[in-house]
Structure formats: structure tokens, C-alpha cells
T-cell receptor, first 111, second 111 residues
Framework: GEDVEQSLFLSVREGDSSVINCTYTDSSSTYLYWYKQEPGAGLQLLTYIFSNMDMKQDQRLTVLLNKKDKHLSLRIADTQTGDSAIYFCAERTPNAGKSTFGDGTTLTVKP | DTAVSQTPKYLVTQMGNDKSIKCEQNLGHDTMYWYKQDSKKFLKIMFSYNNKELIINETVPNRFSPKSPDKAHLNLHINSLELGDSAVYFC??????????FGPGTRLLVL
């Protein structure tokens, strides 16, 4: 079945860039997502990318997709303490009717 | 004007009890989901409903019974609660195969 993997922890200093990586197994994945979960809160959709795109930029967020390697990354420029959260990668295939989530990367931003 | 709402937000109960969690979306979406997030923050899909019909049941114990009285509601009833059911349960809805909108979560603690 589908599998999505992420490293569990990332720690950066305020002002640095953060890069969160994700790999997936399903080559028919059409949509790839990044969600943010702040402590005690629900999941917030940050951004998503279609599989026919290589890159998507949205203010401080840059998503890179390497479809050949099935690798997705989320870069956060000028990381702030408010960016501390868990970031979930997810993939969706058209006929699956569901999204498969990675286990989440806990990003800690130190002042 | 909350898009996806869940009640209750917190639920503390004894082992063996039966409880229900409710979800409502006012977005007019056709598809609704229940996800379980365990203590390690791993997020797994449980059920998916499209227009009140069950389309995904991810090998969830039959103590869990979803009910969709109409397109805007997907409730989750749990019989004979067990300690391992303690988790955060997220409801979500989607209009299409692209995006999902999550509720704030219901934190269930079984004692």
C-alpha cells in the first residue's frame, strides 16, 4: 500500500531556513500536501502541489517535488518561533478516496 | 461560522463506556472523514463517507460505528471503550479529490 515517510524531528535557529523532507511510495500520487499542526490544535493545510509541478512558492514557503525520486520537501525561509509545530506530509491518489499521511516532523525553532 | 466543527472538544470517560463524537461541516462538501491521532502524533484514517455512504473503512474495530444522518454530519460512536482508544480524533471534509479541511479535534481520554 501507500507509504509516506518523514524524519520525526528538526531543530533550527530563528532566522535560519528550515527544510522538511518527505518520501512517498505511490507513483500514482497526484496531490502532495503539507499540513501544519500547532500544539493542541487541528491540522491546517499549508500548501499543496500537483504531481506535474516541480516547485511551488508561497511567501516564505517553497515546495520542491522530485517525482522521479518520490521526494517532497518544504522549505521555510526566515523561520520564526511561531513556525514551531508538527508538519505533516500527505499524498493522495485520484481513486483512493483518502490521503495517506506521514508521521509528522516536529519543528522546534530556538531563539 | 466554523467550517468543520466537532463536539465535544474534550471527553474523559471510564473504560467500558459507550460514547459519541459529533462532526458537522457547513461547507457543502460531499465527503467526510474520521482520523485518529495517537499519543505519538501519528495520524491514520479510520473512515470516509461520501454523500452519507461509507466508502473507506480502514480495518477499524467494529466497536467504532460511524453514522452519517445527512451530508453535513458524520458522527462516531464508540462502544465498550478501551484504554487504547485514548487519542485525538479529527473529522475532516473535502469538496473534491484535492483538499481536506480538518476540524479542531476531540481529545478522548479513557481511564
Amino acid at each position: 500500500g501507500e507509504d509516506v515517510e518523514q524524519s520525526l524531528f528538526l531543530s533550527v535557529r530563528e532566522g535560519d531556513s528550515s527544510v522538511i523532507n518527505c518520501t512517498y511510495t505511490d507513483s500514482s500520487s497526484t496531490y502532495l500536501y503539507w499540513y501544519k499542526q500547532e500544539p493542541g490544535a487541528g491540522l491546517q493545510l499549508l500548501t499543496y502541489i500537483f504531481s506535474n509541478m516541480d516547485m511551488k512558492q508561497d511567501q516564505r514557503l517553497t515546495v520542491l517535488l522530485n517525482k522521479k525520486d518520490k521526494h517532497l520537501s518544504l522549505r521555510i525561509a526566515d523561520t520564526q518561533t511561531g513556525d514551531s509545530a508538527i508538519y505533516f506530509c500527505a499524498e493522495r491518489t485520484p481513486n483512493a478516496g483518502k490521503s495517506t499521511f506521514g508521521d509528522g516532523t516536529t519543528l522546534t525553532v530556538k531563539p | 461560522d466554523t467550517a468543520v466543527s466537532q463536539t465535544p472538544k474534550y471527553l474523559v470517560t471510564q473504560m467500558g463506556n459507550d460514547k459519541s463524537i459529533k462532526c458537522e461541516q457547513n461547507l457543502g462538501h460531499d465527503t467526510m472523514y474520521w482520523y485518529k491521532q495517537d499519543s505519538k502524533k501519528f495520524l491514520k484514517i479510520m473512515f470516509s463517507y461520501n454523500n452519507k455512504e461509507l466508502i473507506i473503512n480502514e480495518t477499524v474495530p467494529n466497536r467504532f460505528s460511524p453514522k452519517s444522518p445527512d451530508k453535513a454530519h458524520l458522527n462516531l460512536h464508540i462502544n465498550s471503550l478501551e484504554l487504547g482508544d485514548s487519542a485525538v480524533y479529527f473529522c475532516a471534509s473535502s469538496p473534491d479529490s484535492e483538499t481536506q479541511y480538518f476540524g479542531p479535534g476531540t481529545r478522548l481520554l479513557v481511564l
